[in-house]
């Protein structure tokens, strides 16, 4: 059984300098205008939208806008930012020294660049399992959590044992699909960077999609992506990774999002040892692959909406 591991990042940027700052206030920053943040050489893109409780969606700012409606930015005002694999402007690095604190120490830093304070924070696959990490060790600085499509177990047999058994339970018909699409491999090998990163994804679609054919280059228009970061990604940083290896203690709403056809990241990963967060919300979308945000949007909006009136503007008050 094969499966591709994309879309799931969040950054990996080096060592910061101990000076101490104070943190600025929030950048008022004209919605869809580009601005950027420099970490460590590389420029970090990111972009304003809507209005109402602050939220950080750690990934892309060019991908993910393109998945959230616009009723869901009368509600929260989305600061949509680059990870370095998907900056324009990307200096290498030592990949060896990248592990998961260094991710958690670059979402901070992200964090106190816009001037956030107690934000919702948002990640999708592998970054919602970032977010869930930064809010580990930061539950703090964050009003909530909101984790959609993410693996709460990576990279180890466990993974790979759930994945299988998922995907065993798929319809004739995805599967013949998914077979085809596997055939079209020379039609890849000519394709680096972001072309070929589409492309991969698309042609697991099956595993992805509640709609098997469905194509998805146009969430990839505009994007770059450097894949030599994304691998060391998932074949080290999140080899053997486990979110419940140690009681995890995060005294916020946590919700988590995730979709029945996703294949890739299968809603089987959460299990009860969720049970150590206090305040924890799971949803499972009946139409929805690996992006529940996009696939059932109204759906969407309307659950995401109620649990903030309930868990996070009514404990403001």
């Keep these: 059984m ?4 994309l879309l799931t990042a969040a950054s990996i940027l080096c060592f910061y300098s101990c000076t101490q700052r104070s943190e600025p206030s929030e950048k ?4 869809d205008t580009p601005e950027h943040i420099t970490v460590d050489g590389s420029e970090l893109k990111y972009v304003v939208e809507g209005d109402g409780i602050p939220c950080l969606v ?30 324009e402007v990307y200096t290498p690095e030592n990949l060896d020294s990248v592990t998961i604190q260094t991710i958690v120490e670059d979402v901070e830093e992200i964090r106190k660049e816009l001037g956030l304070h107690n934000p919702l924070v948002m ?16 539950a703090d600085k964050v009003a909530g959590v909101v ?37 079209k491999i020379k039609e890849i ?34 994007m770059t992506v450097h894949t030599e970061v994304t691998d060391n990604l998932f074949s080290r940083v999140f080899s053997e990774y486990d979110m419940f290896r140690e009681p995890v203690n995060i005294q916020k709403p946590v919700l988590v999002v ?30 929805s692959g ?7 949007q109204e759906h969407f909006d309307r659950m995401l909406i109620n649990w903030l009136n309930e868990k996070i503007i009514t404990e403001a008050n």
């Design 189 to 222: 090998d000519r394709l680096t960077g972001k072309d070929a990163t589409a492309a991969e994804y698309n042609r697991a679609s099956p595993q992805y999609w509640y709609d098997p054919k469905y194509d998805a280059n146009w969430l990839w228009d505009g």
């Design 58 to 87: 750690i990934g892309s700012s060019v991908y993910y806008p393109k998945t959230f409606s616009a009723n869901i930015r009368q509600h929260l005002k989305m600061y949509f930012v680059d990870m370095k694999w998907f900056a």
């Design 2 to 5: 094969r499966f591709i591991y």
């Design 28 to 31: 008022s920053i004209a919605a």
């Design 290 to 296: 690996h992006t529940p945000q996009l696939e059932e």
């Design 147 to 183: 984790v959609i499509g993410s693996p709460a177990k990576f990279g180890n047999e466990e993974y790979t044992q759930k994945a299988e058994a998922l995907w065993a339970t798929a319809s004739e018909e995805r599967r013949a699909i998914q077979e085809e699409n596997w055939g």
């Design 258 to 287: 995730m979709g029945i056809y996703d294949y890739v990241i299968p809603y089987t990963l959460w299990d009860t040892e969720y049970e150590s967060i206090d305040d924890y919300t799971f949803v499972l979308f009946e139409k």
């Design 123 to 138: 990640g999708h696959s592998i970054h919602g399992t970032i977010a869930m990490e930064y809010a580990k060790q930061y």
